[in-house]
């Protein structure tokens, strides 16, 4: 299957600080990547959708000022939490939508574990 | 409530025993993803299925997706150590892949 990459794979950060993390597709063009939080023995939230190109859609509840999302290229989306707090700690997964070889599906990057102190 | 909806939540078997996992939606779906999590890590995907009453195989793991594509159920054969891991169902519920609601989970643990 597709490959995606993330980095950082884990992050510790100091309150108030911003940290992005970077979301790649490594071997196809993705105009749609995905962004999901993950708490701890809990299912993936979908966050936000990035688009190349143009504005991310950000899920109800989501506050698009707190995490930025940026696609910049068809091959790489970036979130960015700022003025991270403790709450803000999470495994950050990113996905990148590759709809090429007759099965259209999300390709999971290895997630990122972001933790406030 | 929940859309999508697994069962079980954890499952503990023994080295070389068959198991399923369940997955029921309320609403009529596109698509239905299968992805394995092993603990902290990504999601690796499994199998989709999108016709009612599809069934795929790779290696020891089926899955089955019912008529009214409102249910789909994963079988693995003699498991091994190696299928441990969290299995996550992933519903298109809008038409594309653009949109998945994954369910809560089962935790598998596979004993010696």
Redesign the interface.
Known sequence: ?AV?S?HPSWVICKSGTSVKIECRSLDFQAT?M?WYRQFP????M?MA?SNEGSKATYEQGVEKDKFLINHASLTLSTLTVTSAHPEDSS?Y?C?A?D?SGG?????????T?LTVL | SQELEQSPQSLIVQEGKNLTINCTSSKTLY?L?W?KQKY??????LM?LQKGGEEKSHEKITAKLDEKKQQSSLHITASQPSHAGIY?C?ADIVG??????????T?LQVTL
């Open positions: 299957g995606v993330q749609t995905f023995k809990q299912s993936l979908l959708t495994f997964i996905s939508r709809p099965v259209d599906t999300q390709y999971f990057g290895p997630g574990r | 698509g993803y992805y902290g890590e990504g999601l690796i995907f989709m996550l992933g594309t892949a653009s949109k998945l609601t994954f369910g809560t989970g935790r």
